[in-house]
T-cell receptor, first 113, second 113 residues
Framework: KAGVTQTPRYLIKTRGQQVTLSCSPISGHRSVSWYQQTPGQGLQFLFEYFSETQRNKGNFPGRFSGRQFSNSRSEMNVSTLELGDSALYLC????????????FGPGTRLTVT | GENVEQHPSTLSVQEGDSAVIKCTYSDSASNYFPWYKQELGKGPQLIIDIRSNVGEKKDQRIAVTLNKTAKHFSLHITETQPEDSAVYFCAAIPYNAGNMLTFGGGTRLMVKP
């Protein structure tokens, strides 16, 4: 099976802009979670989508949003970018049923200047 | 919410020695505890996990132990090899939290040849 894919892999944006990141889960997986990884805060949960519905949300401002499509692919959007949004954004895929196992993609490295 | 602490933050061992990384968690309702290995430029890779109804689990050179009473769990790597060098993260998911992983701060393991 193909693994989790994320596009783009690298992105440079300017403060105030918005950005959309994409994640394609492992075939058959219905749950997609997003995480932010920074040197200072470590790995932090953003939100989880299961069957196109947001199932959980972490403690991030409303500028961070996401959605999931009927084919389980997911996007996350960050509006009005701030310098502190520079991070590695990771997507994780899970079957979403009784299994908790999550498999991560390679991430999108976002740099805000 | 859940809080996971991980120690040590860095660990240096000689090739062939054992390595142990420890984590404590705060939410007694947590019931799933995975360990991830992250190499430079890659997303975290699930290497082993354990559920709250199991005390120990082994997979070749890797083992995880869980002490529910003390709310701590540990990763044991035996016969370490240079390719084991990476950052290791522990995590926990509380019951009824979907797939929301709370991560420890990470341990940078260096295996010297």
């Amino acid at each position: 099976k193909a693994g989790v894919t994320q596009t783009p892999r690298y992105l440079i944006k300017t403060r105030g802009q918005q950005v959309t990141l994409s994640c394609s889960p492992i075939s058959g997986h219905r749950s997609v979670s997003w995480y932010q990884q920074t040197p200072g805060q470590g790995l932090q949960f953003l939100f989880e989508y299961f069957s196109e519905t947001q199932r959980n949300k972490g403690n991030f401002p409303g500028r961070f949003s996401g959605r999931q499509f009927s084919n389980s692919r997911s996007e996350m959007n960050v509006s009005t970018l701030e310098l502190g949004d520079s991070a590695l954004y990771l997507c994780a895929s899970s079957s979403g049923r009784s299994s908790y196992e999550q498999y991560f993609g390679p991430g999108t490295r976002l740099t805000v200047t | 919410g859940e809080n996971v602490e991980q120690h040590p933050s860095t660990l240096s061992v000689q090739e062939g020695d054992s390595a142990v990384i420890k984590c404590t968690y705060s939410d007694s309702a947590s019931n799933y505890f995975p360990w991830y290995k992250q190499e430079l430029g890659k997303g975290p890779q699930l290497i082993i996990d354990i559920r709250s109804n199991v005390g120990e689990k082994k997979d070749q050179r890797i083992a995880v132990t869980l002490n529910k009473t003390a709310k701590h769990f540990s990763l044991h790597i035996t016969e370490t090899q240079p390719e084991d060098s990476a950052v290791y993260f522990c995590a926990a998911i509380p019951y009824n939290a979907g797939n929301m992983l709370t991560f420890g701060g990470g341990t940078r393991l260096m295996v010297k040849p």
